[in-house]
């Protein structure tokens, strides 16, 4: 049995829509209409204990809607959904005791209060005892380095520094399965590395099972061993990463600084995408062409200084991915 089962889960909202009537037009009045909308369309997967799955797709997806079903905030128009064998929104005071759930654009901290009182509110409101709430707290103080931002309200934080107490503060009561919606999003380098460093040894050494929603595709690349995407509600994906960027995009790049000056170089089973000075890019399918081969064929005929293969970046992967499928970044 996954640890997270959801089966057909669809989700239609009633929107209101406005349509003026020429009288009501005249008089500054409008006459409403509704119209429903589908968020989730029959969306099937399931994820076991200890895997740290990256969800992506478009703006207006789905992706928060199923995070807010899953956390047991939204109820589904049909389907089903179990996380550790509990329904979300029906079983929700013991759902939230083993979950944590962190949002980049929004806060579970008080916003007047020292990050340790918010701390300290969030352990009544989750009633962990309180040995195993000092050894998280110790634990978490040091793994995030926010210790000398315990005493300092949450509105004088930087943003970086605000989203680690975030973090801090969904682990506080040990939960089994982590939701992270864009958990570095306006965060620095130093700060993004930091987060992604933390997550990562979250789920190997805890055995913490992670949901990642970001646009940041470095995040993903960095963390996710899985990925599912999704688009107009419905799920288009659900592969390891490599997996999908070989059914996507396999295409690799191979990069040559020359020791020399040359006016041209060709290079059987690749083609020249890029030629600057004496670095030249070409781009080759490895399933046609070995790598080894393209390599032995230039370092026969030229000096080579430097050289390497890159595989595509995730940016074009997934871009490759919305134009194959319609869905469409906004």
């Known amino acids: 049995m996954p ?39 029959h969306m099937s997967f399931g ?14 997806a789905g992706k928060s809607t199923l995070i807010k079903i899953l956390s047991g905030i939204l109820r589904p128009t049909a389907g089903k959904c179990e996380v550790d064998g509990l329904v979300p929104w029906l079983e929700r005071i013991r759902h939230v005791a ?24 969030l352990r009544e409101i989750y009633r962990v005892p309180d040995e195993l709430f000092t050894r ?37 009561h040990s939960p ?32 913490a099972t992670v949901i990642l929603t970001t646009h940041d595709m470095h995040d993903i690349e960095a963390l996710a061993q899985r990925v599912i995407i999704i688009g107009n509600g419905r799920l288009l994906k659900d592969a ?42 070409f781009t080759f399918d490895p399933t046609r062409v070995p790598a080894h081969e393209l390599i032995a064929s230039i370092a026969g005929r030229y000096t080579v200084e430097d050289i390497r293969i890159e595989d595509a970046k995730i940016e074009e992967v997934i871009a490759r991915f919305y134009a194959l499928h319609g869905a469409v970044e906004t």
């Open 98 to 121: 083993r979950i944590g759930v962190v949002f980049g654009q929004r806060t579970q901290l008080w916003w007047d209060l020292p990050i340790v009182e918010s701390f300290e509110l």
């Open 47 to 60: 994820l076991e204990r200890g895997e740290l799955v990256g969800l992506i797709g478009p703006n207006g």
């Open 3 to 41: 640890q997270i089962l959801v089966d057909g889960l669809t989700k239609r909202f009633r929107v209101a829509v406005r349509d003026p009537g020429l009288l009501g037009a005249a008089r500054g009045l409008f006459r409403r209409q509704a119209r429903d909308v589908t968020a989730l369309d």
């Open 176 to 207: 089994s399965v982590l939701f992270l919606d864009e958990p570095t999003i306006g965060l620095d380098a130093v700060s993004k590395l930091a987060v992604r460093e933390f997550v990562k040894s979250l789920n190997r050494e805890r055995g």
């Open 136 to 172: 998280n707290l110790d634990e978490l103080v040091e793994r995030l380095k926010i210790a000398p931002l315990l005493d300092v309200p949450l509105r004088q934080l930087s943003l970086g520094q605000r989203m680690r107490c975030e973090i801090a503060s969904a682990l506080l």
């Open 240 to 281: 390891h990463f490599e997996a999908l960027r070989m059914d996507v995009l396999s295409e690799r790049r191979l990069i040559v600084e020359l020791g020399e000056d040359v006016p041209h170089v060709e290079l059987g089973g690749a083609k020249l995408s890029m030629q600057e000075g004496r670095q030249w890019e």
